[in-house]
Each structure stands twice: as structure tokens, then as C-alpha cells.
Nanobody, 125 residues
Framework: QVQLVESGGGLVQAGGSLRLSCAASGRTFIDSAMAWFRQAPSKEREFVAAIRWSSQSPFYADSVAGRFTIAADNAKKMVYLQMNSLKAEDTAVYFC??????????????????WGQGTQVTVSS
């Protein structure tokens, strides 16, 4: 059973940076992917970024492309989300997610069945 633990959230001013980390323990699947989703107050959870373990290919939501960078360290089973040029609208709880099987639509929330507890990111304007 895979478990995920996020860290690195906090309070930052608009224009600042934060780096989130996600540690995976247990068996990870090479055909799977790691993703970051976020949920702002009173909003649906939304896709932010994802990366496949095998190809290391990154995927981004349009709202964060060019500002956020996702990276994975297979050996350490770690995934990182570097967030630059943060905006007030980036304020949310950020969740790390993966799947115990193959992932076909990497941007789709139902594809993921393992979730971390979330870490709060607050951007003050």
C-alpha cells in the first residue's frame, strides 16, 4: 500500500516562492504518475501538475504553466512542486496523489486512488 506525505506549505507574499514535497512510501508503479491537485475554499479540487515515473514527462494546468515546476526523484520516491511568482489565487490546500495502477488520463482526478493529507498554501496580496 502506497502512502503519501506532503510538506512545505506555508504563508508567502504574492510574487514569492514555495517548494512542496511529497514523500511516497511502499510500492510505486512505474506506469503510474504523481500529481498535485489543489482545493481552494468553496471550490472543486483541481489539477495542478503531474509527472510520470517512467518518462519524467511533466504536465501542467494552464493556470500554473510557466510558474510551477514539477520534478520527481525515483530513487528517493519524492516529488516536488516548485511554485514561483505566486498569486493570491494560488491559495489552496495542495494534495499529492498517485495510483496503485496505470494512469491513462493524467489530468483526471478519478484516475488517482491514493492521496496525501494535504498542505496549506496561503498567498497574501
Amino acid at each position: 500500500q502506497v502512502q503519501l506525505v506532503e510538506s512545505g506549505g506555508g504563508l508567502v507574499q504574492a510574487g514569492g516562492s514555495l517548494r512542496l514535497s511529497c514523500a511516497a512510501s511502499g510500492r510505486t508503479f512505474i506506469d503510474s504518475a504523481m500529481a498535485w491537485f489543489r482545493q481552494a475554499p468553496s471550490k472543486e479540487r483541481e489539477f495542478v501538475a503531474a509527472i510520470r515515473w517512467s518518462s519524467q514527462s511533466p504536465f501542467y494546468a494552464d493556470s500554473v504553466a510557466g510558474r510551477f515546476t514539477i520534478a520527481a526523484d525515483n530513487a528517493k520516491k519524492m516529488v516536488y512542486l516548485q511554485m514561483n511568482s505566486l498569486k493570491a489565487e494560488d491559495t489552496a490546500v495542495y494534495f499529492c496523489a498517485t495510483s496503485s495502477g496505470d494512469i491513462y488520463n493524467i489530468r483526471s482526478e478519478p484516475e488517482y486512488n491514493v492521496w496525501g493529507q494535504g498542505t496549506q498554501v496561503t498567498v497574501s496580496s
